[in-house]
């Protein structure tokens, strides 16, 4: 650019020497016939003519030379390159950015014939009698993420072991996937949970084997990724328990042998599941009374991402983190619970959370690739597809978790296409 502003200025250097010597050629010709009007006028309308002429062809000239070079149009949101640590993400598509739009060939399952889906998020077997919450797609603004093909996934995850570590969301994501599946099976009966355990969220630990295609689906119960202690000693007596932030899960050893392992974390980090039951935040021996919770968040996400940078081989294992999903309580207090019968038109503000931005500032800053999928704003819209009072306990309304089919069978999607070609 430098050399441009260079060859530009000397050109406009010469143009402005050149129309001065023009103008006083014209001045000096018009002095030379002042006594004939006529003449002098119509060698007047010459010369400016001849100006106006060299002028046009000279900034004709100038854009041929020198063409406007366009500008570049940076996204810097979560990228689908398969790293959060990419430095491109310009030339990659945000996933993440987009709409949903209907569509009738969905959903791509019956959770009443799916033995894995628990009856707490079967919305239709539930009674809700709405059925279009289920015929919606997410469509990225630049991409599309590939159709779901359960037959070719199966084969593509064939002899994996694929983990997922969290909540009841992290489960609902994997009740989802195996119902996906499942569309792929043939001998339904080869598809089983290897300890006989019905799904329920009282289990730690639940694993479904595709015999098959050789392929394990695992989950672990850990609602905060970190370790959970009895009351020290000497503790105050408003302290019943405490959270290790600066200790990983004492089950994560169980998740490292994995193919696949996704994580969720953020819904159990609320004064009413920590502080009103008596649970308090412990760094080694000290207990920090005073901490507030998203302190105590971000030191527990930074042991979370020490343990993936010293236990995970991630030249084997693709590790991915979940953002935090909308959940749409309303009311002054937030207690209310309103579900909607299709997707909101606008994000009204909660395609934005302190969970999710601290979740993306620690994985980026990891020295192994983690992928992030960042569900916040899509998820956002979606009032619509929250459970509501269609559950195994209508008498208790239910805005953070998603009915199957439903939202987190496009999250499994989107998973999908970062493993498969």
């Not at 996933?95 to 079967?122: H, K, M």
């Not at 359960?150 to 969290?166: I, N, P, T």
């Not at 598809?191 to 050789?214: A, C, H, M, P």
């Not at 920090?288 to 343990?307: Q, Y």
Request: aromatic letters at 14%; hydrophobic letters at 40%; glycine letters at 6%.
């Amino acid at each position: 650019m430098e050399m441009v502003r260079h060859v530009y200025w000397d050109s406009f250097a010469q143009f402005r020497s050149f129309y001065k010597r023009v103008l006083n050629f014209g001045n000096e010709m018009m002095k030379g016939y002042w006594k004939v009007w006529i003449f002098q006028t119509f060698h007047g309308l010459v010369a400016i003519g001849s100006l106006v002429s060299f002028v046009v062809a000279m900034a004709f000239a100038y854009m041929y030379l020198f063409p406007t070079v366009p500008s570049v149009v940076r996204s810097y949101g979560i990228s689908n390159s398969g790293s959060s640590n990419s430095s491109s993400s310009e030339e990659k598509c945000n996933v993440y950015e987009g709409s949903w739009i209907a569509d009738e060939s969905y959903p791509l399952y019956n959770a009443s014939l799916c033995p894995f889906a628990e009856r707490g998020f079967n919305c239709l077997a539930n009674g809700r009698e709405d059925r279009g919450y289920a015929k919606w797609r997410w469509k990225p603004k630049n991409c599309d993420i590939p159709r779901f093909d359960a037959r070719k996934v199966l084969e593509g995850l064939r002899g994996k072991r694929v983990v997922f570590v969290g909540d009841s969301l992290s489960r609902t994501q994997w009740e989802s996937l195996i119902c996906l599946l499942m569309t792929g099976v043939e001998d339904k009966k080869s598809v089983y949970e290897v300890n006989g355990n019905k799904i329920t969220k009282q289990i730690r630990f639940l694993s479904v084997r595709f015999t098959t295609f050789d392929l394990r689906m695992d989950f672990y119960r850990s609602v905060f990724l970190v370790q959970r202690a009895s009351k020290p000693a000497r503790a105050p007596k408003r302290v019943k328990s405490t959270l290790r932030i600066d200790r990983i899960d004492d089950i994560s050893k169980e998740w490292i042998d994995s193919d696949i392992l996704i994580f969720n974390s953020g819904h159990w980090w609320t004064p009413s599941k920590l502080f009103e039951l008596g649970c308090y935040f412990q760094v080694g021996k000290s207990l920090k009374l005073g901490m507030p919770i998203t302190t105590a968040f971000k030191k527990a996400m930074n042991a979370w991402a020490s343990w993936v940078e010293t236990s995970i081989n991630t030249n084997r294992t693709s590790v991915f983190f979940r953002t935090f999903e909308s959940s749409h309580w309303s009311g002054r207090h937030r207690h209310s619970c309103k579900v909607g019968q299709r997707p909101w038109l606008s994000s009204w503000g909660m395609d934005r959370s302190p969970v999710s931005d601290t979740i993306i500032k620690v994985v980026r800053k990891m020295a192994v690739p983690v992928t992030i999928m960042h569900v916040t704003p899509m998820g956002a819209f979606r009032s619509d597809g929250h459970v509501g009072i269609w559950s195994d306990n209508p008498s208790v309304p239910d805005c953070s978790h998603w009915c199957l089919p439903g939202v987190p069978d496009m999250w499994n999607e989107i998973l999908l296409s970062y493993l498969l070609p």
